[in-house]
């Protein structure tokens, strides 16, 4: 019984040595973190200090109606492109979306945040 558990753990441990498989589960952190920004530091720093408390929950619609768009679109072009391709594009439109507010010094803008909170919606 040992040995039967030990292989089929050795053989689920090799399925993350491929890159097709550590690619989706890294995905899932990547949102699970995003979701978290966005809700939390977003929400309380860029938003409520940059133009006001009355903005939150507009700019997290944009960011929620923004995903729903994506995931439409992203769906009716991936018979003519890869998911790969498609999933690589969004992650590095998300990725400046970061890295922007990382280094943007916060003032009252309000194009600013919700461009960002549109970008950071394409996950």
């Not at 992650?91 to 970008?119: D, G, M, Y």
């Amino acid at each position: 019984v040992l040995k039967d558990l030990k292989n089929r753990l050795i053989s689920m441990l090799q399925l993350f040595l491929k890159w097709q498989y550590v690619f989706p589960l890294l995905g899932g952190i990547l949102a699970g973190f995003d979701n978290g920004f966005f809700y939390g530091l977003f929400s309380k720093y860029f938003i409520t200090e940059c133009i006001g408390i009355g903005f939150v929950g507009l700019a997290i619609t944009v960011w929620s109606v923004a995903g729903f768009t994506v995931s439409i679109s992203v769906g009716r072009f991936t018979p003519y492109t890869t998911r790969t391709a498609a999933a690589i594009l969004i992650t590095c439109f998300h990725l400046s979306a970061h890295l922007f507010l990382i280094f943007w010094e916060r003032q009252p803008n309000v194009i600013v945040v919700f461009v960002a909170a549109i970008v950071s919606g394409l996950v």
